[in-house]
């Protein structure tokens, strides 16, 4: 069966190819925004500090369910204990919501490398920018194009396409952010945005900022979505879980880095504001560099390193959907690639839409539709799979079972599992507790309460599970 699905050539493929569905928009225009919105150094300890804490526990989660699965995230973990692929169903649809509207971004961004080999900025940014997405069709192309590059990736397969890809594609990223880095930190005044995004004033660490860095760990590396489960799948069994799980927080962490010092340096340098949220990349950054010397060949490396970025993003998102209809539906690779492509081009025209004529056209809230999917995704679909994903660890599938499939059997090290568990069965489901409830709207005592009880079940449900252990021993 795993011959037929596939598997990685090298541990090290699996490692870029992880870490590049990891390695996304989120990295490279959230993460430097959120850190300028919240304080800067501040938002960074947070976010570092969640990393170890969560990001970590459930990067290995989803590894250890996806290679003892073998299969797609509904397959793999209905294959480990009948009736919960269900867990799995949230994160193939998260993908597949998610791939609709992340590929509209993604199609901005090789509008820009076209614009900036062309010569640059030829009028106010801002106005470049907003008659470009509101303009209708060009958008919608541009989208295209990035699905028939997604889908031709995918086409070939784990081995001969997505980790050939991630190969190529992952090594030219980290040299080209280290270009853009060193250039953004030698200009003037540049040393103020680098203070203000390492120097953390820990006055500015409130509730807001923590559930701000929370909500961004789980959606730069891909958590609760299915990506590490399909992904880990494909792994042979002496691979050590482990180490990848650690390399991949870390490959995506130092991106994230690099990011606010290619992008927080610049913008004090030119005396921006550094909370410009969504234009940052698209309005603040052109700015940038129409202003500085060399700024069209910087524009270019720019646009190219975050349209790789977004690339192997895609790759992981439509495989996700790939793996699935072709485990449980039984299309061949091809078959299911050019099926799940053609659905997501239909759903890009109303979320590219959504900036022009569907603009006012209000879905569900006063949001439309692209607004709509975005706070479907993030706020719901993305905590609610990771929570169930801790639910699963923590008190549905046996301990010892995933004991052994960690540790391979006794062969691979790892002293810290009772603690690892113990993260993932209490901490890992109070934080997301805390973002979904907060997402539906419950606040002060109410969610106090709300995770006083969660917990006062957690506690219940444990003294549950080592009660039945002891009377099966």
């Keep these: ?10 541990s090290v493929g699996f490692v870029l ?17 959120l850190a300028g919105k919240n304080g ?13 804490i969560l990001g970590f526990s459930l990067m290995l989660g989803e590894m250890v369910i996806g290679r003892r699965g073998k299969s797609d995230a509904f397959g793999s973990y209905n294959n480990i204990k009948k009736g919960w692929g269900f867990i799995g169903i949230f ?9 609709s509207y992340y590929v509209v971004i993604a199609g901005w961004i090789v509008k820009y490398i076209g614009m900036f080999v062309r010569g640059g900025l030829t009028e106010d940014p801002v106005a470049t ?25 995918v086409l070939k397969g784990v081995s001969g396409g997505i980790e050939k890809a991630s190969k190529i ?11 853009i880095v060193v250039r953004s930190v030698t200009l003037p005044n540049a040393m103020e945005g680098i203070k203000y995004f390492l120097k953390p004033d820990f006055s500015q660490i409130t509730p807001s900022v923590v559930i701000a860095a929370l909500g961004q760990v789980f959606f730069s590396l891909s958590l609760g979505m299915g990506a590490m489960i399909t992904y880990g799948s494909y792994l042979s069994k002496d691979t050590n879980l ?34 410009a949220g969504p234009g940052l990349i698209f309005i603040t950054l052109p700015k940038v560099f129409a202003s500085m010397p060399m700024g069209n060949m910087f524009g270019i490396i720019f646009f190219v390193l975050v349209l790789f970025a977004a690339l192997t993003s895609t ?32 759903f890009a025209i109303p979320n590219s839409h959504s900036f022009g004529p569907l603009a006012k056209l209000e879905v569900f809230f006063g949001l439309n539709f692209f607004d709509f999917l975005g706070y479907l995704t993030d706020n719901i679909l993305l905590p609610l799979g990771g929570l169930l994903l801790c639910i699963f660890l923590g008190f549905i599938w046996d301990k010892e079972e995933i004991k052994k499939e960690i540790t391979n059997d006794g062969e691979v090290g790892f002293p810290f599992f009772s603690l690892w568990m113990i993260g993932v069965k209490y901490l890992g489901i109070q934080l997301l507790a805390l973002i979904l409830l907060q997402a539906l709207g419950v606040q002060g005592s109410t969610l106090s309460f709300s995770l006083a009880t969660v917990f006062m079940l957690q506690i219940f449900f444990d003294i549950l599970g080592n009660r039945k252990r002891v009377k099966t021993t």
């Design 91 to 99: 994160g193939i649809l998260c993908c597949f919501i998610i791939y």
């Design 40 to 52: 800067g150094g501040a938002f960074v300890i947070v976010y570092l500090s969640l990393i170890v």
């Design 17 to 33: 190819a992880a870490a590049g569905s990891a390695i996304g928009l989120g990295n490279l225009w959230k993460f430097p925004y």
């Design 242 to 275: 482990v180490k990848s799980a650690f390399y991949i927080p870390v490959l995506d962490t130092l991106i994230a880095l690099l990011a606010g010092l290619a992008i927080l340096p610049a913008v004090f340098s030119f005396g921006l504001e550094p909370t």
């Design 169 to 179: 594609m992952m090594p030219v990223l980290f040299i080209f952010m280290l270009i």
């Design 129 to 153: 920018f907003g008659n470009f997405i509101s303009s209708g069709t060009s958008p919608i192309v541009y989208s295209f194009i990035v699905v028939i590059v997604t889908a031709l990736i």
């Design 1 to 10: 069966m795993s011959n037929e699905r596939g598997n990685w050539g090298s």
């Design 315 to 346: 790759i992981s998102l439509l495989e996700v959907v790939v793996s699935y209809v072709v485990d449980q539906i039984k299309l061949d690779r091809k078959k299911a690639t050019i099926l799940v492509s053609a659905l997501i081009a239909v």
